[in-house]
């Protein structure tokens, strides 16, 4: 593949030679109607033809200079031309975050502004024709843009004015999705878009989407009742230029499934998928075409970018079934699948403060075994003794019983505000929503934690070195752990770094510390006493899981750590 750099020199040393994309027919039309005198012979490559437009411009110019961009990520593009919509369900602010979710670039051309909610749409005024011109250039001109999905397109000026400028900066795929009416029923696009849509718009589509009530609409109001009608209709709007038709049937009635059937000239292939039973389904189409477009900028063929965005609307439909925004007949869901899981905790969770690192309880199932307890009895007995933090260390559970194990402990620490983490198990933390993970050297590492786990969670990494601390610190953790104090047989072949070890990777640290390693009721003071200010308190296991009494132990810890005076508790 030719890089960048070998760009840069050929254009230096105008030797007039560029190697350039595996590219579509549109690229090839455009790089034959360049005449660009000094632009000798150009050899299609493994490069993207949205860089080409770039160079080649540069060389138009006479540019002499082409920065070398190696460095530079490509990132897939998609530019959705779309309607906003004001309570974000459909829209301009659906196909951002059905494009976050399935991380792809989204840039925006908006052609109409609408008052909107679950209700219905009160009102609409369209962005003037010579702006939306204006906003296409700006985006095309400069940003390397792969795929473009339509939207809400309110005027045959608009449709126009994005048909030439897209003959104008080509890009890999046109997604169509012809909205015409809402979902409420109100009118988005009048009837008498349709022969500008069928003449100049369809014919350029890589695909298009449909719901029953558009693609009617388009056959001249033919009955769309069965998925055979469907069919039909897929091949009728075939004729009309798309190279795929999707029509998708969310609106089939009397369907236990929703079914879509997509049709590429050749085949027909049937997409079924359980049908959701919720309020929650505006913008369903707008995010399905805006997921597809996505798939599509990553270079997947079409029959997968289908199948992948009817999966994500199916996922991201089930996730919000009960989500209730607004009090109309037509909900928004969560395109990112996360707003759930906070707004249900009953007991919030507070941000993390180093002084929860007071009392660190981490279980140990082997223990636990020995003493037949189970590991929310455990957990609840330390909580009850003082434990500031708990640590779920379960190195032998099978997947499924840890993870049923946490949810219980979850609850219980949520409902006294202690923090619970996870030893290890990212999935695991992410499966339960846990407070955050604690990571050793040799696990996952914790920048990896941190982009998997979010901003907010608590990250803590095993240390035993400045040098640890400092990557602890610049990987984004929240506290450390050092260790091992003392010898454990806890921990198997763990070198011990003693009280002045603690002491050299306390001072370093920029992270706030818990000693572990060997501590209990009779050296915790000791600990505690080499008097680090970012010393914040002390990690247990056998001091309190391997006693008769948790609860009792666990309450003699917390008396002897009170009386230490640890730093800022
Ligand atoms: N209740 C539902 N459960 C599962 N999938 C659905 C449901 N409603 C719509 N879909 C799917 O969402 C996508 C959008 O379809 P549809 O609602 O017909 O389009 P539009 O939003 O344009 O009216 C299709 O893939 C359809 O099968
Ligand atoms: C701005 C805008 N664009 C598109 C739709 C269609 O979405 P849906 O059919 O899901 O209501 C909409 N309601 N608003
Ligand atoms: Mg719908």
């Known amino acids: 593949m030719a890089s960048a750099a070998f760009f840069s020199t050929c254009l230096l040393a105008n030797k007039n030679y560029l190697f350039l994309a595996p590219t579509n027919a549109s690229a090839k039309g455009y790089i034959s109607n360049l005449r660009v005198p000094n632009l000798a012979s150009i050899v299609l490559r493994n490069e993207r033809f949205v860089r080409l437009r770039g160079l080649v411009a540069m060389v138009d110019e006479g540019a002499s200079k082409v920065s070398d961009d190696d460095s530079r990520m490509k990132i897939p593009h998609v530019l959705t031309v779309a309607g906003s919509d004001s309570g974000a369900g459909a829209g301009i602010q659906a196909d951002l975050k059905a494009c976050a979710a399935r991380r792809v670039y989204c840039s925006t051309v908006i052609t109409a502004v609408t008052a909107q909610n679950t209700v219905g749409v009160q009102g609409v005024s369209n962005v003037p024709e010579d702006f939306v011109a204006e906003q296409l250039k700006s985006v095309l001109s400069d940003m390397e843009v792969d795929v473009v999905k339509t939207g809400m397109l309110p005027s045959i000026g608009i449709v126009k004015i994005l048909c030439n400028t897209l003959k104008e900066f080509p890009v890999q795929a046109l997604v169509v999705d012809p909205v015409m009416v809402s979902t409420s029923g109100d009118v988005l696009a009048g009837p008498s878009i349709l022969s500008t849509f069928r003449e100049v718009l369809l014919p350029m589509a890589d695909i298009i989407t449909p719901n029953l009530k558009e693609a009617s609409a388009l056959l001249n109001g033919m009955q769309l009742e069965t998925v055979d009608d469907m069919r039909s209709a897929a091949r009728l709007l075939h004729n009309m230029g798309p190279k795929n038709v999707l029509v998708k049937g969310g609106d089939l009635p009397d369907s236990s499934d929703a079914v879509d059937i997509l049709y590429d000239g050749l ?21 399905l075409a805006s997921c597809i477009a996505a798939e599509l900028a990553k270079g997947y063929p079409v029959v997968s970018a289908v199948k992948v965005a009817k999966r994500y609307v199916e996922t991201a439909l089930g996730y919000s079934k009960e989500i209730g925004i607004g009090n109309g007949p037509q909900g928004p869901f969560d395109h990112l699948l996360r707003l759930k899981s906070h707004s249900q905790d009953c007991h919030r969770q ?15 199932s082997r223990m636990n075994k020995r003493w037949g307890r189970s590991i929310a009895d455990a957990v609840k007995a330390a909580i009850d003794g003082g434990a500031t933090i708990v640590q779920l260390r379960e190195k032998d559970a099978e997947t499924k019983d840890f993870l049923e194990s946490a949810k219980a402990c979850l609850r219980i620490c949520r409902s006294h505000g202690v923090p619970l983490l996870i030893n290890d198990r990212v999935d695991v933390a992410i499966a339960c929503d846990a407070d955050g993970v604690h990571v050793g050297q040799s696990d996952m590492p914790a920048h990896v934690a941190r982009t998997l786990l979010g901003p907010e969670k608590i990250i803590g990494v095993s240390c035993k070195t400045p040098e640890q601390a400092q990557q602890a610190w610049v990987d984004g953790a929240d506290y450390i752990g050092c260790g091992g104090v003392y010898p454990t047989n806890t921990k198997e072949n763990n070198t011990t770094v003693g009280l002045d070890g603690l002491k050299t990777v306390c001072t370093a640290s920029k992270l706030p510390v818990v000693a572990i390693g060997g501590i209990g009721v009779s050296n915790a003071g000791a600990v ?42």
């Open 267 to 287: 085949n027909f292939y049937e997409l079924r998928s359980p049908r959701i039973r919720t309020r929650n389904t505006h913008g369903t189409g707008c995010s």
């Open 350 to 364: 507070r941000p993390f403060s180093p002084s929860d690192l007071f009392l660190y309880a981490v279980t140990d």
């Open 528 to 569: 505690m006493e080499i008097g680090v200010p970012n010393l914040k308190g002390v990690a247990v296991v056998s001091a309190l899981f391997d006693r008769e009494s948790i609860l009792t132990e666990t309450k003699k810890l917390h008396s002897v750590l009170l009386g230490s005076n640890v730093g800022g508790t």
